[in-house]
């Protein structure tokens, strides 16, 4: 094997007939992918230069990924860097943090990093090198990850970076910036635009009035601009309402797109994205959360009725230990073993749970893990003085709405309070403001009568069809009353009928619909302990009130699926 990445690279784009050829600022050749009309076709398209640790692979034809090109020349995407076998080390962080970039992509053939050291840090990279450049008033680069502040430290440039890449800059210190010329390179990317927009927000607000925003004129960061050949005064400016409408579509694009389907952690019931489920305390909400954990996590049956596909879970169940969580899990799980993919977190801090959510979704990229927080009100922040309510919790839960949308197919169930004060509407039930529920894509609430086996949960969201489904509780296991969903949903409509009877009418009919082969006034009477009179007496008035059906004379039988049936159900 040759000494360099890029040696290796273009010995084999030479083997490949691509024909490589040194210009000024690295190599030139035929891009060798099926992209291309024929195989190395159309001139030398494929540009390589000398990068951190490893080379950097341009097409300017068809931006061809990385991995397309070493599989058309018979390498690994591993062979794109000097030390193919050992991970990249980016440790310029003063605070002791380390990003780590593996030489291999993970199953999904996406880039694999992860972090050390001291990760709640909000040093930016490189500061070292930045406060000498301004001293001497030369000017500082801010580009998106580590990779290319190396590059164009390789052209004599300094630069820096937040760690963690797009979307999280407002969690970093760029004070160090104060006063200095700086450049803000944007990605060619929608998110890389929006975290460019941040940087240049953040900076001009009273810590540099001496701040450019610019574009890369070839491929998506500036190290493929550097690669294809160009110089940094070929940089593209962009003005700032450029910027601020960098996100705008026409409805022609809108019209053109195919957006996958929504995903389902519980199908009908817990979707993707950020969700609440609220309760009055000691409802049971926390075994209902573990029950959705534990069919997700070994690939079970939700609620004992609707079958869920198995992924990673993590619940963090902050108001409990591990020996609770083991006799709550071992109960729901009626003797077969706990699943190994539930994992469990006692115990955080509030300034904590966005990187614990952050790094299981790091973990389990691609496979569309559920996050259990159970509850909100363990690590929701203190409001600040003066701070408005609503703002407070609406910006908790824009925090955790980020998280989750970041990981496609993921989903985040926060459990909560309701208020004290009842409400018709059940969203308006969300303990707190309505900022928390506002900035939710879904909320369930779990509502019934203290000390009831019987409960109804009221399901409603941006992307969700609502609903009403009802529950009974069996010692901790919540399951569906009903074969599946509608007939859960069917079963909320015979309750409330139901609520209107008395007591004992309500017990009497209950019985009746335990005995399918039929009930009598002396079956009755023994079951409610009165005479056969009275148990005759409430026999009848629920067959006139169309309650139950009749087999025969004094024998009394539950209504028949067919006259069940509403007349909605009858229109669908």
């Not at 970039?101 to 880039?111: A, E, I, P, S, V």
């Not at 700086?182 to 900076?203: F, M, N, S, T, Y």
């Not at 000691?282 to 996590?297: I, P, R, T």
């Amino acid at each position: 094997m040759t000494d360099t990445a890029l040696e290796r690279i273009t010995d084999a784009l030479r083997d490949h007939g691509c024909n490589p050829k040194q210009n000024g600022v690295g190599w030139r050749a035929s891009c060798p992918t099926d992209s291309h009309d024929t195989p190395c076709g159309g001139g030398p398209n494929l540009c390589i230069s000398q990068g951190h640790k490893g080379a950097v692979l341009f097409c300017q034809s068809h931006q061809c990924a990385a991995e397309d090109v070493m599989h058309a020349i018979d390498l690994e995407y591993s062979d794109m860097f000097d030390d193919p076998g050992s991970d990249i080390v980016y440790d310029r962080y003063r605070d002791g943090r380390e990003v780590h970039r593996k030489t291999r992509l993970n199953d999904q053939g996406k880039k694999q990093f992860y972090q050390q050291g001291y990760t709640k840090g909000n040093t930016l990279y490189n500061l070292d090198n930045v406060a000498r450049a301004i001293a001497q008033q030369l000017p500082i680069y801010v580009v998106e990850g580590e990779k290319d502040v190396h590059t164009l430290e390789r052209i004599g440039v300094t630069a820096t970076c937040n760690a963690m890449g797009a979307g999280v800059a407002s969690k970093f210190d760029w004070t160090p910036l104060r006063g200095a010329d700086v450049v803000v390179v944007q990605d060619e990317d929608e998110p890389g635009r929006e975290h460019a927009a941040e940087i240049v927000d953040i900076l001009t607000r009273g810590i540099t009035d001496s701040v450019r925003l610019v574009n890369v004129k070839a491929g998506k960061d500036i190290s493929d601009h550097l690669c294809a050949g160009y110089g940094l005064d070929e940089l593209i400016p962009v003005d700032r309402v450029s910027a601020l409408l960098a996100g705008m579509v026409n409805g022609a694009w809108l019209d053109s797109q195919d957006f996958p389907d929504l995903e389902w952690s519980v199908n009908g019931v817990v979707p993707e994205g950020f969700g609440l489920l609220v309760a009055p305390p000691k409802a049971g909400k926390s075994w209902l959360v573990a029950n959705l954990g534990l069919a997700c996590a070994g690939g079970g049956r939700a609620l004992g009725k609707i079958f869920v596909t198995q992924r990673p879970v993590l619940y963090l169940a902050l108001e409990d230990g591990h020996r609770r969580l083991q006799a709550r899990f071992r109960r729901l799980m009626e003797g077969q073993p706990i699943p190994a993919g539930i994992h469990v977190i006692t115990t955080a801090r509030p300034e904590q749970i966005v990187p614990i959510i952050e790094g299981f979704l790091t973990r389990h990229r691609g496979e569309s893990p559920l996050i259990i927080l159970d509850t909100l009100g363990k690590v929701k922040p203190p409001k600040k003085a003066g701070e408005d309510s609503y703002a407070a919790d609406y910006a908790i839960g824009t925090k955790l709405k980020n998280a989750i949308d970041r990981s496609r197919g993921a989903t985040l169930l926060v459990v909560h309070h309701t208020r004290k004060m009842q409400s018709d509407d059940f969203v308006d039930s969300v303990s707190g403001t309505q900022g928390i529920a506002g900035s939710a894509d879904f909320v369930l609430v779990l509502k019934g009568k203290r000390l009831s086996d019987y409960a109804t949960l009221s399901v409603t969201g941006r992307d969700v069809p609502e609903n009403e489904y009802a529950l009974v509780n069996d010692k901790g296991r919540w399951t569906l009353d009903g074969e599946d969903l509608m007939d859960a949903a069917a079963s909320v409509q015979r309750r409330r009928d139901a609520s209107k009877l008395g007591d004992r009418s309500l017990d009497a009919l209950t019985f009746v619909a335990g005995h399918p082969n039929g009930t009598s006034a002396a079956d009755l009477a023994a079951h409610l302990n009165v005479s056969r009179n009275d148990a005759g007496t409430y026999l009848r008035r629920l067959y006139d009130a169309a309650r139950i059906d009749k087999r025969s004379r004094g024998l009394y039988i539950p209504l028949s699926e067919v006259s069940e049936v509403s007349d909605e159900s009858k229109e669908d």
